[in-house]
């Protein structure tokens, strides 16, 4: 079995979040292999844990994917404020022999976007809503590269390291089977608050839940690196859940066209035709354009946005949403059908380094400098009598079941199979037990036996 038939095998995916299908992504040859350990948001702990506790098997991972890939050049990225994490994958790397550079970035958001990154590395801008392989580099996450050790092993992805973090008695790093629900990890980190809203992923691009009964059906799956606990009145909360029609009327009263959305949008200083501020300008007439060339004009640079949420977290003095009207935009111009060119060759902005976001200062216009220098102290391990496990764990298809009710799994064993005519992940038991329920959704399986 060679390396992408062990990966794919193992159900391995992007740790980092996206879920793309691992194997797919290293189906090709590169001059570049970057892992990504540059934890790109604040308040997330699980890239650091992995890059200091698991440096050797890093290093191993990434000799095997760069000799797969052909990659004349192996990079680990990450911040140089990690100075233990630093430490520990130098030693790594002497140990190994092995000819990997660190590259060590400055403290900012979005470090951790993969164009930034390959920018960065690299000196290259990908191309408009493109990927790293455009311009000869693939990018894995080192949570990426840990699963991809294991299934060289001949070991599935079936747990998940994860950080907890926000209104809770001290952040806490968690290790727990696939389909833990996200309740027993906050229950684990003590939540100071009874009524809390929950963030899964960063605080700037992490998804938003509200309501208690969508929070207790939530589990843990292949792509969670972080959960964070808030009061309900928080400025995050706050933010997420403002309807459209109200974004729309501040942006027709209050948009001042500072056009600072536009230069420090991560995005426009790679070089992407972005421009924020002018797309706020129109919004306004927005339902009044019937022609589509008319409107491609208008709002058709909303395509190349990442919605990695600079412009309306830390750049607007007036506290608009561009980048939630972006991804409405986006929507609108799929649904007219209408076509946005490309620009396949980028050319970065002059003193791009000077729009970089620092993260502590990202913090702060966040609201969380309550959290963001309070770090997790320990792994613990939870085991759970039950867990769901979705068969969506990644971009693409469902992974389809082979399993049926009432079915004994051991701990690894494959519970749906990868689409076969699709990008699809294969998804496996998480712990050892019987199977009370399955469907084209996932999986419920009870605890019963040993491991």
């Not at 700037?204 to 939530?218: A, C, E, N, W, Y």
């Not at 209050?254 to 706020?280: D, E, Y």
């Not at 409107?295 to 750049?315: H, L, Q, R, W």
Request: aromatic share 6%; proline share 7%.
């Amino acid at each position: 079995m060679n390396l992408t038939e062990a990966i794919k095998a193992a159900g391995v995916v992007g740790a980092g979040g996206a879920g793309f299908p691992t194997h797919v992504k290293l189906s090709a040859k590169a001059d570049c292999f970057i892992i990504n350990a540059a934890e790109c948001e604040p308040l997330i702990e699980t890239d650091k844990y992995i890059s200091r506790t698991y440096p050797d098997r890093i290093v191993e991972a990434a000799q095997a994917v760069s000799a797969h890939l052909g990659a004349k050049r192996t990079v680990i990225a990450l911040k140089k404020k990690y100075t233990a994490e630093i430490a520990a994958l130098k030693g790594a790397i002497e140990k190994a022999g092995a000819p990997i550079e660190l590259f060590e970035m400055p403290a900012f958001y979005p470090a951790g976007d993969e164009q930034i990154m390959v920018h960065l590395v690299c000196g290259k801008s990908v191309p408009e809503r493109g990927i790293p392989l455009d311009v000869g580099t693939v990018v894995d996450n080192v949570g990426t590269m840990l699963n991809i050790y294991d299934a060289l092993q001949g070991r599935p992805v079936t747990d998940k390291y994860l950080s907890v973090v926000g209104e809770v008695r001290e952040p806490i790093l968690l290790h727990v089977p696939v389909g833990t629900p996200v309740t027993e990890c906050i229950d684990k980190a003590q939540p100071t608050v009874s009524d809390y809203d929950v963030i899964l992923g960063g605080p700037m691009m992490g998804k938003v839940f509200t309501d208690p009964v969508q929070i207790s059906g939530l589990s843990v799956t292949k792509t969670t690196g972080n959960i964070i606990v808030l009061p309900k009145d928080h400025y995050l909360i706050r933010r997420a859940t403002m309807p459209l029609h109200r974004i729309r009327l501040q942006a027709k009263s209050a948009c001042v066209q500072c056009r600072m959305c536009t230069s420090l949008c991560p995005r426009n200083l790679i070089g992407h035709n972005m421009k924020p501020h002018l797309v706020m300008r129109s919004l306004f007439r927005e339902p009044f354009i019937t022609d589509n060339e008319e409107y491609k004009k208008a709002f058709g640079t909303a395509m190349n946005c990442s919605e990695c949420g600079v412009c309306e977290m830390f750049s607007c003095p007036m506290g608009l949403s561009p980048r939630k009207v972006n991804i409405y935009l986006k929507g609108q111009l799929r649904e007219r059908g209408i076509k946005v060119e490309q620009n396949r060759n980028p050319v970065p902005a002059e003193g791009a380094q000077y729009g970089q976001v620092p993260t502590g200062r990202l913090a702060a216009r966040l609201n969380i400098m309550d959290y963001y220098r309070l770090h997790a102290k320990e792994c613990c391990e939870l085991a759970p009598e039950k867990v769901w496990i979705p068969f969506q764990q990644h971009i693409g298809k469902p992974a389809v079941p082979v399993k049926q009710v009432n079915d004994r799994v051991a701990k690894g064993e494959l519970l749906a199979a990868a689409a076969p005519d699709g990008l699809s992940a294969n998804i496996h038991a998480s712990i050892a037990g019987v199977i009370e329920k399955i469907d084209g959704a996932g999986a419920v399986i009870r605890r019963d036996g040993e491991e």
